[in-house]
C-alpha cells in the first residue's frame, strides 16, 4: 500500500515536471506555426532586402524590410553593454573589496531592488525626466541615446550581481596567496582576481546583453519607434520589441505572421546568448 | 610592478565613486516618483473607478483586475513549480537524464523575453484556446513566465532541509508521499514562501506579456474572462497615450512601487526569521 502510494506521488510529480519542462517548446512550437506562413510567403531574403516596413499591404503590396528594427536593436543592446558593464563590474568590486562588510551587505540590497523595479517604471521615468532633458539639449530627445541609458540602468544591477557572484566563487587561498606576496589591494584584483573570475564575468555579461536584447517597455516609452536606420545617437529607433509591442494590436494575417518571425528572431539570439553565458558559468552546484 | 600607490587609490576612488552614483540615481528616481506621485494618492484613488481614460478618478478596477491575474497566475503555477521541484530535489537521485532535460528546459523558459511570452500567450490562450483578451489569458501567460522562479527557489528550499530528516522518517517506516507531507514541506515552508513572493514581484512588474493577452479594458472585469488592465498596463497606457495622464500615471507608479518593496521587504522578513530558526534547530 505505501509502495502504491509512492508510485501513485511519483507518477504526478513526473507528469508536472513534464508539463513545466514542455513549456519552452510549447513557445517555440507556437512562435514557429505562427510564423511560417510569413516565411513560406516572403522566403529568406525580403526581411532585409525590401525598400521598407510597410507590412500591411500582404505578400505583394507589404514591404517587410526588418533591418532598421534589427540595427536599432543591436546599437541600443550594444550601447547599453559598453556602458553598463564597466559601471557594474566596479559595483560588484566595491560590495566585494571596498565596502565594510554591512556597507556592502546594504548596498546589494539596494542593488538586487533596483534589479527588480518594474521596466515599465523605468520606462516612464525615462519618458518624463529623461528624455526632455536630452530634447532640451538636443530635441527631440526621445533617441538612441536615451534607450541606451534607461538599458543600461536596467542591466546594471543583473550584471553587477552575477558579476560578485563571478568573484564570490574565487578560491579564497588566492587572495590570501596574493597578500601574502605583499600585493596591493587593486593589484590583487587586476592580475588575481579579474582573470581568475573570467568566465562568470563574460557569463553575467553575455546574460546582461541577453536582457538587454529582450527589454520592451522601457525602450518603447523612450526611444521615439520611428522605423529608421539611425544616423546618430540622438535620433530615434525603432526595436525588435518595441515593433511587437506597437503593431501587434492591429496586425493582420501576413503582417502579424511577420511579427511572430521577429519574435522568433528575438527568441533565437537571446537563446544564443543565454546558451554561451550558461556554458561558460563556473560549474553548477546542482545536486 | 604596481608598487606606486596611485592606482589604488584612483580604484578605490572609483569603486566607490560608481556605488555612490548608482545609489545616487536610484534615490532620484525613486524621490522624483514619490514627489509627483504621493500627493495624488487618496483612499478615492484606490478605490475609484479611473475616468476620462485614466486622467481623473481612481484605479479601483485597475487594482482589482491586478490581483485577479497575480491569482489566476499563482494558482496554476503554484501547483506544478511545487511538483517539479519536489521531483528534481527529492526524486531525481544524482544526474537522471529526464531531471537533466527539465532543468535546461526551465533554464532557457527563464531567459524567453517578456514580449516573447505575450505572442506566445496571445497565440495560444487568447486565439487558440478562445480566451480572447481576458484575466485569464494574463493569468496563464503569466504563469508559464514565473515557472522558473518559483521551481528553482522551491527546489532550493527543499535542498536546504537538513537530510537526516529524510532518513528518520524512511526509519519509522512512513512512505516517501507522508514524509514529504509531513516533515520536508513543513520544514522548507519558509523556503518555499520567499519563492512566492519572488514569483509575485515579477508578475506585478510585467507589462509587455500582458499588453496582448489580459488587455486595457479598465472597467472592473464581470468575470475572469472579462479583459482586465493590470497596474503596470495602466501606467504604459496613461504615460504614452493619454495626454494629461501623468500624474496619475505617477500616483499608480508609486502604488505599484510600493506593492514590490512590501513584497521584497517580505522575502527579507522570511529569510531573516528562518535563518533565526534554522540556528535553533540545527
Do not use: K
Not at chain 2, 7 to 13: I, M, T, V, Y
Not at chain 2, 34 to 59: D, K, N, Q, V, Y
Not at chain 2, 169 to 180: N, R, V, Y
Amino acid at each position: 500500500m505505501r509502495a502504491a502510494e509512492d508510485r501513485l506521488l511519483l507518477g504526478c510529480l513526473r507528469l508536472a515536471g513534464a508539463a513545466a519542462g514542455s513549456i519552452v517548446l510549447l513557445i517555440v512550437a507556437y512562435l514557429l506555426a505562427e510564423a511560417l506562413p510569413a516565411l513560406q510567403a516572403l522566403g529568406p531574403l525580403r526581411w532585409i532586402r525590401d525598400a521598407s516596413w510597410h507590412p500591411a499591404g500582404g505578400a505583394g503590396a507589404g514591404r517587410f524590410n526588418l533591418s532598421p528594427m534589427l540595427i536599432g536593436t543591436a546599437a541600443a543592446a550594444t550601447g547599453a553593454v559598453l556602458l553598463a558593464t564597466p559601471l557594474s563590474i566596479a559595483s560588484a568590486l566595491f560590495c566585494r573589496f571596498y565596502a565594510p562588510r554591512r556597507l556592502g551587505g546594504g548596498y546589494r540590497r539596494l542593488v538586487q531592488l533596483l534589479a527588480g523595479l518594474p521596466s515599465v517604471v523605468f520606462g516612464f521615468w525615462g519618458l518624463v525626466v529623461l528624455t526632455p532633458l536630452i530634447g532640451r539639449w538636443q530635441p527631440p530627445g526621445q533617441s538612441l541615446l536615451a534607450g541606451i541609458l534607461i538599458l543600461t540602468l536596467m542591466i546594471l544591477p543583473t550584471i553587477s550581481l552575477l558579476a560578485e557572484s563571478a568573484l564570490a566563487a574565487v578560491p579564497r587561498a588566492y587572495g590570501q596567496a596574493a597578500a601574502a606576496m605583499g600585493l596591493t589591494r587593486w593589484a590583487t584584483i587586476r592580475q588575481v582576481m579579474l582573470p581568475a573570475a573570467i568566465t562568470g564575468l563574460s557569463s553575467a555579461i553575455l546574460l546582461g546583453a541577453a536582457r538587454a536584447i529582450g527589454e520592451t517597455m522601457a525602450v518603447l516609452m523612450v526611444t521615439g519607434n520611428v522605423v529608421r536606420t539611425p544616423a546618430s545617437l540622438l535620433d530615434p529607433v525603432r526595436t525588435l520589441t518595441a515593433n511587437i509591442a506597437l503593431e501587434l494590436g492591429y496586425a493582420l494575417e501576413l503582417h502579424r505572421s511577420a511579427l511572430f518571425v521577429s519574435g522568433l528572431l528575438l527568441m533565437g539570439m537571446v537563446a544564443l546568448l543565454v546558451g554561451i553565458s550558461e556554458a561558460l558559468r563556473p560549474e553548477e552546484r546542482h545536486g | 610592478m604596481d608598487r606606486r600607490p596611485w592606482p589604488d587609490g584612483l580604484a578605490a576612488a572609483l569603486a566607490w565613486g560608481v556605488a555612490m552614483g548608482i545609489t545616487a540615481v536610484f534615490g532620484l528616481v525613486l524621490a522624483d516618483l514619490l514627489r509627483h506621485g504621493l500627493p495624488e494618492i487618496s483612499l478615492g484613488f484606490l478605490l475609484e473607478a479611473p475616468r476620462e481614460a485614466g486622467r481623473a478618478g481612481g484605479i479601483g478596477p485597475v487594482i482589482v483586475s491586478t490581483l485577479l491575474i497575480l491569482a489566476v497566475c499563482l494558482l496554476t503555477s503554484l501547483p506544478i513549480a511545487l511538483a517539479t521541484a519536489v521531483l528534481l530535489a527529492e526524486f531525481s537521485h544524482g544526474r537522471s537524464g529526464f531531471a537533466r532535460l527539465i532543468r535546461a528546459s526551465l533554464d532557457g523558459l527563464a531567459g524567453v523575453p517578456s514580449i516573447v511570452f505575450g505572442l506566445f500567450g496571445n497565440a495560444l490562450f487568447s486565439l487558440a484556446l478562445g480566451l480572447g483578451f481576458s484575466i485569464l489569458s494574463g493569468g496563464l501567460t503569466l504563469a508559464c513566465m514565473v515557472l522558473p522562479i518559483l521551481i528553482r527557489s522551491a527546489e532550493q528550499a527543499l535542498r536546504e532541509v537538513p537530510s537526516d530528516y529524510r532518513r528518520a522518517a524512511a526509519a519509522l517506516g512512513i512512505s516517501q508521499a507522508a514524509s514529504l507531507r509531513q516533515v520536508l514541506l513543513p520544514c522548507a515552508a519558509p523556503g518555499l514562501a520567499i519563492g512566492v513572493v519572488l514569483g509575485i514581484g515579477r508578475a506585478l512588474a510585467e507589462t509587455a506579456a500582458l499588453l496582448f493577452t489580459s488587455g486595457y479594458v479598465d472597467r472592473l472585469p464581470g468575470s475572469l474572462l472579462d479583459s482586465g488592465r493590470a497596474l503596470s498596463v495602466h501606467i504604459y497606457d496613461l504615460a504614452m497615450n493619454v495626454p494629461g495622464g501623468e500624474a496619475r500615471a505617477y500616483a499608480t507608479a508609486v502604488v505599484l512601487v510600493v506593492l514590490l518593496l512590501v513584497a521584497n521587504a517580505l522575502t527579507l522578513g522570511i529569510a531573516e526569521l528562518w535563518r533565526l530558526d534554522g540556528g535553533t534547530s540545527r
